[in-house]
């Protein structure tokens, strides 16, 4: 019987992923890693998922589109909007936060004094 079967499967297949992922992990933690992942029958860390590699949106993707894949699309956009009115946010970061709500058909009105000096 594997040794993981009393604890959660999932939290025990995040830490092998994370251990296969990690630079400072050595070759031969990562190997076992790997085998006891295949033991649990799962083969999704040998090649990056279908969805998360399609992008599904009409514009190109840029390296911020890929973070928020498969994420609350509520929370992405409370974090620009945060963005937005955080005084400590560079002027770069809000010119980004504002293009991806735009992207995302956000009313940007209330934010419009914040913005004005971009």
Known sequence: M????SKDPGH???????TIHNK???NEAKEHASEQLDKMGIHEFD???QEASTNTRSRSPTKHTADVEGKNEGNVIG???ATLKNPRVSKEAKQH?????????????PYEEETKEL
């Not at 025990?12 to 992923?17: D, P, R, T």
């Open 79 to 81: 974090g620009y909007k």
């Open 24 to 26: 400072n992990t050595s």
């Open 2 to 5: 594997p040794e993981y079967t």
């Open 97 to 109: 936060a504002e293009t991806e709500l735009e992207d995302r058909g956000v009313d940007l009105e």
């Open 12 to 18: 025990v297949a995040a830490g092998y992923k994370a």
């Open 47 to 49: 090649q990056p998922s």
